[in-house]
């Protein structure tokens, strides 16, 4: 037994998701609790080949259909073919029960996305009947949902960032009303804001995000409200400054336990909250410049809907909408001008940012645990600006496309 302890602890440093099968590969302890082994431990693969035919657009570099990254002045419309497999996840997942009936559940969960098939981790966590600790779903997100898509962005307003944080999560006397509260670990990314001043630098963050979620839950599915609250610092002209972000979601999912088919939403909206949506992530549109000096939080909102539909148990397509909008109003210093010299051509005034999104697949399951999928993605970008730019005013709008055929085989094991 002790031997297959340690094999199952040095296998922990390997994992990815389950998608709800049960895995071959599990060990068990023999004493039970309630007719329930006391310690079970299992080892699950997601396997996928991703592939994707870029048709025109400015989309050929980027592993997934990211529309926040479309480059509205760039020219390329070349096509480009891509297969990787380094969407491939692991997880090794560990269920330990108390002498009092009470479960401890811990997982860690790694795919190859860090770059050239480099390992990255996803998830790590331990969970009790009401704590949560470690790094998971951040509580702000729905973690329930994801639209059954070959791609792996999704839409634009798609909340589903990854952080460590501390959870505590109870029902109002009734299992049908969840709530659930949360520290998060802060995210900053101010200094990638390349179109923004110089100027503005990324500062220590050493409060954490607050979210706060309640959940109604039915035999068909569940409604759910939530909001963060963030305190984002910053530095700009060597001045340490910060702003207050906060946000709030709604989303649910509507399903047919008999046909499968499913319904799933999510809207968003606030301020300074762009770090949590799935195509703006990571390219700092928290907090602009503004006019009168100080740095102020990013207005942004959207949605998206989708629908799954099971033609027979094995044969189903989906189809995603998506849109995305936020802007900086009364900027600055905003870089319109990526292909100029940027030390000398920017904007004062107000830019805004539309990302359109929209997804149709089939996909076919010819055994078990195996899918095949075949999806059209198509977005768009539009940039519009009006202001002053070197005391001469502007009012413009550019606008690019892409679209790409995303291709994949999955097996789960």
């Not at 480009?80 to 269920?95: G, N, P, R």
Request: proline content about 4%; overall charge negative; charged content about 20%.
């Amino acid at each position: 037994m002790f031997r297959i302890f340690l094999i199952a602890s040095m296998l922990c440093f390997m994992a990815g998701p389950l998608l709800g099968q049960e895995r071959f590969l599990s060990v068990q302890s023999a004493d039970s609790l309630a007719g329930k082994p006391r310690f079970s431990s299992s080892l699950g693969v997601n396997m996928k080949l991703n592939g994707y035919l870029d048709l025109f657009g400015g989309l050929q570099d980027s592993e997934t259909f990211n529309v926040g990254s479309i480059n509205v002045f760039g020219h390329d419309d070349s096509k480009s073919l891509k297969v990787d497999m380094y969407q491939t996840q692991i997880k090794w997942a560990t269920d330990l029960m108390l002498p009092d009936g009470r479960m401890i559940q811990a997982l860690v969960e790694t795919d190859f996305w860090a770059g050239e098939g480099a390992l990255r981790l996803r998830r790590a966590f331990v969970e009790t009947t009401h704590w949560q600790v470690g790094q998971n779903w951040n509580n702000f997100g729905d973690e329930v949902l994801w639209p059954n898509i070959m791609e792996w962005e999704g839409p634009p307003s798609g909340v589903w960032q990854r952080t460590p944080h501390v959870k505590y999560k109870n029902t109002f006397r009734n299992p049908a009303l969840v709530y659930e509260l949360s520290l998060e670990a802060p995210i900053n990314e101010l200094d990638h804001f390349e179109e923004v001043q110089p100027f503005l630098e990324e500062a220590n963050q050493y409060i954490p995000d607050f979210t706060a979620a309640f959940k109604a839950r039915q035999s068909w599915g569940h409604i759910r409200l939530a909001s963060v609250w963030r305190s984002i610092r910053y530095r700009l002209d060597s001045e340490d400054g910060s702003f207050l972000g906060y946000g709030f979601s709604l989303s649910g999912i509507h399903r047919n336990d008999i046909s499968k088919n499913n319904f799933q939403f999510q809207l968003v909206g606030g301020q300074g909250i762009t770090a949590y949506m799935t195509s703006i992530t990571g390219q700092g549109y928290d907090g602009f410049p503004s006019e009168d000096g100080t740095v102020k939080a990013t207005p942004v909102f959207g949605g998206w809907t989708s629908y799954e539909y099971f033609f027979t148990p094995k044969f189903h397509a989906n189809m995603v909408l998506g849109y995305t909008r936020f802007f900086t109003k009364n900027s600055d210093r905003y870089f319109l001008f990526p292909e100029e010299d940027i030390s000398e051509l920017y904007l004062e005034g107000d830019v805004y940012h539309m990302h359109y999104y929209g997804i149709f697949n089939i996909m076919y399951e010819p055994y078990e645990r195996m899918t095949i999928g075949l999806e059209m993605d198509y977005g768009a970008k539009r940039l519009s600006a009006d202001g002053l730019v070197n005391g001469n005013f502007i009012d413009q709008s550019k606008t690019r496309d892409a679209m790409r055929i995303s291709f994949g085989f999955m097996f789960y094991y």
